[in-house]
């Protein structure tokens, strides 16, 4: 069982198991995005779906699908890692490190604009 800090961590976690998945059933390595859509651009079957939760529990530690999430909610890749990230991370403590990322940028942004006008 792992317990990843990051919330790339766990993204990269849940892309891995994806693609364990859709190599052992068809034998072909894939390249994901996060708006590719479980069922309908990767062509998962419930059944697929039900394996690849299993291996993420046993992976991550954790099951975001007995409180936190609905599984019906899930329909993309991105919406795979949001449902980890909350249930491993909280919403509070991923909310911060998002916030903490946003106004990095923010600042960042403002040293190249000061920069530019001199």
């Known amino acids: 069982m792992l317990k990843p800090g990051t919330p790339e961590q766990i993204e990269a ?3 891995d198991r994806i693609r364990r998945v859709l190599q052992q059933r068809s034998g072909q390595v894939y390249v994901l995005g996060g708006t590719d859509k479980l ?12 394996f690849l939760v299993a291996e993420l529990e046993a992976d991550l ?5 007995s409180k936190l999430v609905s599984i019906t909610s899930v329909r993309s890749v991105d919406d795979l890692v949001r449902a980890y990230r909350a249930a ?6 991923l ?3 998002e916030s903490d990322l946003a106004a990095a940028v923010q600042r960042a942004n ?3 604009a000061r920069r530019a006008r001199k």
């Open 13 to 15: 976690v849940v892309y």
């Open 110 to 112: 403002n040293r190249r």
């Open 61 to 65: 530690g954790v099951d975001p699908f």
């Open 39 to 50: 069922n309908a651009t990767l062509g998962l079957s419930s059944l697929d779906l039900a």
């Open 95 to 97: 909310q911060a490190q």
């Open 88 to 93: 491993i991370l909280g919403g509070d403590k």
